[in-house]
């Protein structure tokens, strides 16, 4: 079964709004870390906001938050006031104890911001 | 402070050959984890060094190892290389274990003829 689950293969957003990525996991442990990745055509991933799951507020850095609902397993990555810059691919990714520092991730959501 | 740096950035092997691929991780940080990343498969998990020590293995067979150095930076191997090798390999750093985020390099793009 996968464990990290991203639906949207690809989706268009117009530049200033915002987009909402969707991730829905599967872990049977009570703690655990979710992660996002940027992952511009360049290659390299590029971290953009973690939550762990006994944090009680939703993790926020800059234009992107976390949509983290525990009881449904989903952990949405919201990017507010879309650039140019923005269009990449993003990973959900998931760290589960008892696997050192092994990530999980979903397969990916590329995004094209239109001018 | 300098990221993570991967050498070389791209290289073109036959197949058969074999390839070692170096990771410098950020200043003080002493885990290293490397990554393959194929269209297909996606991102997976290859090891993780802690410590000059291995500590966590994906699911690739014994043609890929690594190994940690003393001031943390990695190689990895990979053995009579394949064309389903050919890849974007990541390295990733961090402090020390499962609660710190990991920071990625630019990647070593292999491909194999």
């Known amino acids: 079964a996968q464990k990290i689950t991203q639906t949207q293969p690809g989706m268009f957003v117009q530049e200033k709004e915002a987009v909402t990525l969707d991730c829905t996991y599967d872990?049977?442990?009570?703690?655990?870390?979710l992660f996002w990745y940027k992952q511009p055509s360049s290659g390299e991933m590029i971290f953009l906001i973690y939550?762990?799951?006994?944090?009680?507020q939703n993790a926020t850095e800059g234009r992107y938050s976390l949509n983290f609902q525990k009881a449904r397993k989903s952990a949405n990555l919201v990017i507010s006031a879309s650039q140019l810059g923005d269009s990449a691919m993003y990973f959900c990714?998931?760290?589960?104890?008892?696997?050192?520092?092994?990530?999980?991730f979903g397969g990916g959501t590329r995004v094209l911001v239109k001018p | 402070k300098a990221g993570v740096t991967q050498t070389p950035r791209y290289l073109i092997k036959t197949r058969g050959q074999q390839v070692t691929l170096s990771c410098s991780p950020i200043?003080?940080?002493?885990?290293v984890s490397w990554y393959q990343q194929t269209p297909g498969q996606g991102l997976q998990f290859l090891f993780e060094?802690?410590?000059?020590?291995?500590?966590n293995k994906g699911n690739f067979p014994g043609r890929f190892s690594g190994r940690q150095f003393s001031n943390s930076r990695s190689e990895m191997n990979v053995s009579t290389l394949e064309l389903g090798d050919s890849a974007l390999y990541l390295c990733?750093?961090?402090?020390?274990?499962?609660?710190?985020?990991?920071?990625f390099g630019p990647g070593t793009r292999l491909t194999v003829l």
């Open positions: 990733a750093s961090s402090l020390t274990t499962y609660r710190d985020t990991q920071y």
């Open positions: 872990t049977s442990d009570p703690s655990y870390g």
């Open positions: 939550q762990g799951s006994y944090d009680q």
């Open positions: 990714a998931m760290r589960e104890p008892g696997a050192g520092n092994k990530l999980t």
């Open positions: 200043s003080g940080h002493r885990s």
């Open positions: 060094y802690f410590s000059e020590t291995q500590r």
